[in-house]
């Protein structure tokens, strides 16, 4: 997405010339994107971190993401950071098998996590990036309430009008198969993080997004509703 004003420097990211910068890292050099960010005479930056440098920072993950902020808190540049929860979109990796007819397998069925819908870290992001009092900030961001795994398929089959069949998995069966995806040490963080290593921390909702927006945050049914169509 780009702005009247901006221009893409490099994927993941756009700058709005010589006002603000949105930031999702991992996607390049974040020291060499921030350094052109700075030369290009941007003057803040909203980094999409992640909830687990709070909550879990012995993760590799997890210090890969603190890194990336410490490199922005250090570049001279205003900054805010946003630290999301596990993303609604992340069940976009049952979709084939929904879509045909076949059944969601899941390790941890019944922990329940607030995920977030990602449209509402773009709203907190619109908002540090237009609006003033956000330089120098760190927002913890979740949904409105913790949904299980289970919770979520039940949530997809509602929305289908059909039934999803649903299996839990052990969790050497669900890391065989993300480790795929993933690689094998991002594949054990995914699995502490969604209910191997639950507490509190991770597991607690948190107003931030009603807070900063002045909106309430959208449920995960209301993200299931919007993209049905990937599932049918």
């Keep these: 997405m780009r702005g009247r004003t901006g221009r893409s420097l490099s994927a993941g990211y756009v700058l709005v010339r010589y006002v603000s910068e949105f930031l999702v890292s991992g996607f390049g050099s974040d020291a060499d994107i921030l350094e052109a960010a700075r ?3 941007v003057r803040h930056v909203v980094l999409v971190s992640s909830l687990t440098v709070q909550t879990y920072p012995c993760l590799g993950p997890a210090g ?18 946003l630290r999301p929860t596990q993303f609604a979109s992340n069940c976009l990796l049952w979709a084939a098998s929904i879509r045909e007819h076949g059944t969601v397998r899941a390790p ?16 907190v992001a619109r908002v540090a990036l237009t609006e003033p009092g956000h330089h120098g900030r760190t927002y913890a961001l979740t949904g409105p309430e913790r949904v299980s795994a289970r919770q979520q398929v039940e949530a997809m089959a509602a929305v289908l009008g059909r039934e999803v069949p649903f299996a839990e998995i052990s969790r050497q069966a669900a ?30 909702v948190r107003d931030t997004v009603s807070q900063v927006t002045g909106a309430p945050a959208r449920t995960f049914q209301q993200w299931v509703a919007e993209n049905a169509t990937a599932f049918r």
């Design 175 to 204: 890391h065989a198969r993300m480790a795929e995806v993933f690689g094998a040490e991002a594949a054990d963080a995914v699995l502490d993080i969604t209910g191997g290593d639950v507490d509190d921390a991770i597991s607690a």
């Design 64 to 81: 890969e993401k603190l890194a990336v902020e410490q490199l922005l808190k250090n570049s001279g540049m205003a900054w805010t950071v």
């Design 108 to 123: 941890y069925a019944d922990t329940g996590l607030p995920t977030i819908h990602p449209a509402d870290i773009a709203s």
């Design 39 to 41: 030369q290009a005479g």
